[in-house]
């Protein structure tokens, strides 16, 4: 199957923008929530709405997190806050108008990767293809493959658009998306873990790959049939899977974890003295590197790993903890893995988007609590 996209057009409300940006950062559920009345009682399009005021917003707020202006916490309430809006929108009797007064377009399914918790984007296509006439079933955050597909076989989609935000998911959404298209069922995927040109969608044999909301509401009309057919193996997509690297750093993954700690500590005996919770956190980023490298080893992808490394090193920097204190993790991953020629290739390069600080060693800083969004 063709792998396709579509390029999104831009538009903003800076207006709107701005004062739902206020009211998120405020805190203010129901300033949000009347800045929706407002706005569709004013005769702004609901589509536009979601897709130029809410979503932008929504994209600040995650760049405000990572650059450290936003704690988790802030994150988490701006994401609800959103949420009620986009709630608020759908009961709005513009929206409802709007979705009447559309022609009938179909039947779709839009559900979140098992795993995956960050259901928003996904809500908003959701509402976005209701105003355009789709009858939509949206099944939320986290759902498993065999309860997606049950669903798929009782109501016959003609699509199924897959949402993951999380790369580290990206096994379990291969997965997803054989087992939508051995029902017929096309499938198109979104969101920041398919990579930022949906390459990482081609690799997992998705029907087509839309940017944002708009840009999958606006393809999803022309993406074809498919014959139903026997789901086919990881590995016959994927055949670099032969030589059982993924497998054996996905199975292992927690004894990597314990023995890089264990490393940790020998190397800096500092660490005796944390508390608790500062092991804790440790031992959390040190699990989601070796996360991010299976799933690099997954899809065959250096940059994949790379990009993740990249990412935490800038999230570190702006907490004020060193890029440099990855290194100590990933030579003893390095170690752990001597055997792996893919998984030292992808930690080398690694090593290398490091920049390289002053001489002398640097304590590993991954204990201080620099936060994610989960």
Known sequence: MTHRTIAAPGG?????????????????????????????DEGVEPE????????????????????????VAQEHAATAINERVVAALALHPAARRTSRSAAPAGRITIACIDGEWHALPARILAEVLRLRGWQVDFLGAQVPTHHLITHIHRTAPQVVGLSSSIPTRLPTAHAAITACQATGTPVLVGGAAFGPGGDYAEILGADAWAPDARAAAE?????????PAPQQAAIDDLPHLADQEYTMVSRTAGTLVKSIMTGLEERFPAMASYTPKQRGHTAEDVAHIVAFLATALYLDEERLFTDFITWTSGILTVRGVPALSLVPTLELL??????????RAMITAALGTITAPPPGDAEPALPHDHGKPA
């Open 334 to 343: 390095a170690q752990e893995l001597s055997d792996f020629p893919r998984a």
């Open 12 to 40: 903003v409300i800076p207006a709107w923008t701005a004062r739902l940006w206020d009211a998120v950062l405020d805190g203010d559920e129901f300033a949000a929530v009347d800045l929706v009345d407002a706005a569709l």
């Open 219 to 227: 393809l999803i009309p022309s993406i074809a049939p498919r014959t």
């Open 48 to 71: 536009s709405f979601l897709l130029d005021v809410v979503a932008p917003v929504q994209a600040r707020v995650g760049a405000e997190w990572a650059a450290n202006r936003l704690t």
